[in-house]
């Protein structure tokens, strides 16, 4: 009953920018706080940023603070990540994903299908 589909996914040159897109079915981004978080081979899915149901809060991990944002139309039932300087590092499935409660604090709880960021000259 709750299904996410990200888009925007693909090659970058780096110190490029990509815009990624999360687009919810249901109230699911009207009423939960969401996040993004990314995967890359043979690593452990971490976290990127997330934001609350409101807007008012974010979080971000530190290698992304200052380059990446996070923001969501509730309207739209959307939750987008805005992605600049982009690093080679930043390679990786990027997956959104809705959380279990309002606040950041929570956790993930449904997941997006990812999208591939490939971030290569």
């Known amino acids: 009953q709750v299904q996410l589909v990200e888009s925007g996914g693909g090659l970058v040159q780096p110190g490029g920018s990509r815009r990624l897109s999360c687009a919810a079915s249901g109230r699911t981004l009207t009423n939960y706080a969401a996040g993004w978080f990314r995967q890359a081979p043979g690593k452990e899915r971490e976290f990127v940023a997330a934001?609350?149901?409101?807007?008012?809060?974010?979080r971000y991990r530190d290698s992304v603070k200052g380059r990446f944002t996070i923001s969501r139309d509730n309207a739209k039932k959307t939750v987008s990540l805005q992605m600049n300087g982009l690093k080679p590092e930043d390679t990786a499935v990027y997956y959104c994903a809705s959380y279990s409660g309002n606040s950041i604090f929570t956790g993930p709880r449904y997941w997006g299908q990812g999208t591939q960021i490939t971030v290569s000259s």
């Open positions: 934001i609350s149901w409101t807007g008012d809060s974010t």
